[in-house]
């Protein structure tokens, strides 16, 4: 039987994952969002054919899946307000940066299936990549079909250890962020050398595309792979030589660390000796 899956709160991470399911065929009819904002509720239910409700208690009780996507600042009072509700037969599972499984069982206050992922926006394509991990209460059973879940929407990778959660925010969670940005600042450059942005952006986008694809589908090293467009004394030499002079190691290095940082900060917010 299709499990039916509660979304709670419905925003750009839970639309995200939704519109994905939908495309590769999940029912309509098995997913249910919950927003508090009316007119949200008639263009998700009235666009996407999935039951809008305004009660986050309602959703949960008619739901196998419930998963949590509000913001990491409202998710302990959004998951105490439902937790009567919880069954033990239940799955959740929450998208929120930097919120530990310890954190999420507390707020449940039942032994229940809880995982913990870090997905990405492509997902709505089709082309997302997703980081997993789950408490001990989520069967073998359960996390097949957590894997099952978030493959019909891209990739994803379980890791061991609930540390390694931070590093996957700033590997795939944030980092379609910085792509757009790397594309945002190509576009800029290119406008100030005269070509209109529709074609910077197919141009660069495509670029980005066909290299991102060099990288998953032809089994060499990502070094070798940019030595192969590195003409000596060519053109893409100097491209790189002001990359270097800029840094670029340290300027992502520092990046990817504020990242985890933060993710790690959040975690501490919620952890059980700041709330004791
Ligand atoms: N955006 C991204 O790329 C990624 C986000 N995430 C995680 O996803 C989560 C959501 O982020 P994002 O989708 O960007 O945020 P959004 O603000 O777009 O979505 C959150 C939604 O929650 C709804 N909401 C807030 N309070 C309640 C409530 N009490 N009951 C029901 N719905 C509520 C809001 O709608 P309304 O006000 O109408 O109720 C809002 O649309 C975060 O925890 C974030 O860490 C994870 C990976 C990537
Ligand atoms: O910026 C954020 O906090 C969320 C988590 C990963 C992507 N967006």
Redesign the pocket.
């Known amino acids: 039987m299709t499990p039916s899956i509660a979304f ?9 994952i939704f519109s994905g399911l939908l495309a590769s065929g999940y029912p309509a009819e098995k997913i249910i969002g ?4 009316p007119e ?1 509720r008639d263009y998700y239910h009235d666009h996407y054919g999935i039951a809008m409700l305004a009660e ?1 208690e309602l959703a949960v009780s008619q739901a196998d899946v419930v998963v949590l ?4 600042a ?2 302990q ?2 998951v105490e307000d439902f937790a009567a509700q919880v069954r033990e037969d239940q799955l959740f599972i929450s ?5 530990e499984l310890e954190a999420l069982s507390r707020w449940l206050n039942t032994d229940v299936a809880v995982v913990r992922s ?4 492509p997902s709505q394509l089709g082309a997302g990549m997703t980081g997993l991990i789950a408490n001990h209460h989520t069967s073998a059973e359960q996390k097949s079909w957590v894997s099952e879940l978030f493959s019909s929407i891209g990739h994803s990778v379980w890791v061991e250890e609930e540390e390694h959660m931070h590093t996957v925010t700033s590997l795939s ?2 980092a ?2 910085y792509f757009f940005r790397f594309l945002e600042a190509m576009v800029k450059s290119a406008a100030a050398q005269g070509l209109d942005e529709k074609t910077s952006r197919e141009l660069a986008s495509y670029a980005m595309l066909g290299a991102a694809r060099m990288v998953i589908e032809l089994d060499e090293p990502i070094a070798q792979l940019r030595k192969n467009i590195t003409s000596p004394k060519g053109t893409t030499e100097q491209a790189l030589l002001s990359f270097e002079a800029s840094d670029i190691d340290t300027i992502v290095a520092d990046a990817m660390t504020a990242c985890s940082n933060r993710s790690k900060e959040m975690a501490n917010d919620f952890s059980v000796q700041k709330n004791k």
């Open positions: 709670i709160g419905v925003g750009n991470m839970a639309r995200a919950t927003s508090r904002t949200k986050n996507c509000v913001k990491p409202q998710m009072s959004v998208v929120a940066a930097g919120i870090m997905p990405n926006t969670g944030s379609p962020a």
